[in-house]
């Protein structure tokens, strides 16, 4: 597996190993020694999938402390570029986001750090977006930011017009009221 960090200090993007042949192919999607290695000791406890159409926008989410989740993500079937946000107090990428395309076809995956909001927009139909979890989800620990906030100035892949969002999603605040419950601790 190639891991590659990213210009966010704790945001890793995994290139796992392809075998590939006439009958398909055969890739190790997650390695616990792998995230030990490079200094990562978490425990994944929980797995969750979705299958959204193209132009849907899932995000800005994450889960406040004592719920905080890091995540491993990738998609099974389809494309989504992903987005993470740094919102972790005190850090130097504080308001920066990473964005990547991750698709079936390049079997990319992004870990992400508790103190990140997350969000994908779906390239193409019937994708199947799967991550893994470190902490339980907690409906009252749900925090968010909207996605199309120009402060944050994300390119999102799809135009804002063509952009399918929960109304949930809508009621999101934006980044001048937002009030990070994360704090940097260094890497």
């Known amino acids: 597996m190639i891991i590659t960090e990213t210009n966010i200090p704790g945001l890793l993007l995994f ?14 999607s997650f390695n616990k020694k ?4 490079n200094g990562i000791d978490i425990d994944f406890v929980q797995d969750n999938q979705s299958l959204s159409q193209k132009g849907v926008v899932r995000g800005l989410h994450a889960q406040k402390p004592p719920f905080a989740q890091a995540k491993l993500v990738r998609v099974l079937q389809g494309a989504v570029l992903d987005v993470a946000v740094d919102v ?3 850090s130097p990428t504080y308001g920066r986001h ?5 698709s079936a076809e390049n079997h990319l995956q992004l870990f992400i750090p508790a ?3 997350h ?19 907690s409906k009252e620990s ?12 994300i390119g999102w892949g799809i135009a ?28």
């Open 115 to 117: 103190g990140f909001m």
């Open 98 to 102: 990473f964005s990547a395309e991750l």
């Open 34 to 37: 792998h995230f030990l290695d």
């Open 119 to 137: 969000g994908f927009a779906v390239l193409t139909d019937n994708t199947i977006f799967t991550y893994k979890v470190s902490n339980y989800y």
């Open 15 to 28: 290139e796992p190993k392809v075998f590939a042949d006439s009958r398909g192919y055969f890739l190790e």
């Open 142 to 153: 749900e925090i968010g930011l909207i996605w199309n906030d120009p402060a944050l100035a």
């Open 88 to 90: 972790r107090i005190g």
């Open 160 to 187: 804002e017009k063509d952009a399918i969002v929960s109304d949930k999603d809508q009621l999101l605040p934006d980044w001048d009221k937002f009030q990070s419950p994360f704090t940097y601790q260094g890497l």
